[in-house]
Antibody, heavy 112, light 108 residues
């Protein structure tokens, strides 16, 4: 069964950091580009970042560039998102996906 | 950045009716890179259509996608009770990847 499971979300103060993880199974992880997408409460889907299959190329939305870092460990079938300098505008459910498979998301709440 | 506009914002229909959802892009999108997703409350998005017209694995054939250039359409031929949801179009060509604001299909 194709599956991705996100973890690492939670409540963090403004200016703080979090590292999200995404464990993939049921498909050849190292063959797929991977993406992070977020959804603020009651809002639409917003692309955050992408990484190519071997990790040599990354891209970010302007809203997170310089603050977020995407990475992957193909040996562990795991995708990461390091999030620094968080603001209230980063509050959202964060999804890991290869477009065909989506996790249930992990909620990040930035609040004092 | 390619901006996607979806219409209508809300579509109120009855089971068995046909739903036609529109997605318009601010500039031409390669058909290879246009997708449609379904999202129900509290759930993750589900890929329905990719490459403008290819159904993803397990998607019923009542869902179909068409279009090219700047105008794309998702059609649900006969609405089933489980189809009432929000539908998003997406272009996944040049960065930044963008989504439309969504069309809500609700029960009339």
């Amino acid at each position: 069964e194709v599956q991705v499971v996100e973890s690492g979300g939670g409540l963090v103060q403004p200016g703080g950091s979090l590292r999200l993880s995404c464990a993939a199974s049921g498909f050849t992880f190292s063959s797929y580009w991977m993406f992070w997408v977020r959804q603020a409460p009651g809002k639409g889907l917003v692309w955050v970042s992408r990484i190519n299959n071997d990790g040599s190329s990354t891209s970010y939305a302007d809203s997170v560039k310089g603050r977020f870092t995407i990475s992957r460990d193909n040996a562990k079938n795991t995708l990461y998102l390091q999030m620094n300098s968080l603001t209230a505008e980063d509050t959202a459910v964060y999804y890991c996906t290869n477009w065909f498979a989506w996790g249930q998301g992990t909620l990040v709440t930035v609040s004092s | 950045e390619i901006v996607l506009t979806q219409s209508p914002g809300t579509l109120s229909l009855s089971p068995g009716e046909r739903a036609t959802l529109s997605c318009r892009a601010s500039q031409s999108v390669s058909s290879s890179y246009l997708a449609w997703y379904q999202q129900k409350p509290g759930q993750a998005p589900r890929l329905l259509i990719y490459g403008a017209s290819s159904r993803a694995t397990g998607i019923p054939d009542r869902f179909s996608g068409s279009g090219s250039g700047t105008d794309f359409t998702l059609t649900i031929s006969r609405l089933q009770p489980e189809d009432f949801a929000v539908y998003y179009c997406q272009q996944y060509g040049p960065s930044p990847i963008t989504f439309g604001p969504g069309t809500k299909v609700d029960l009339k």
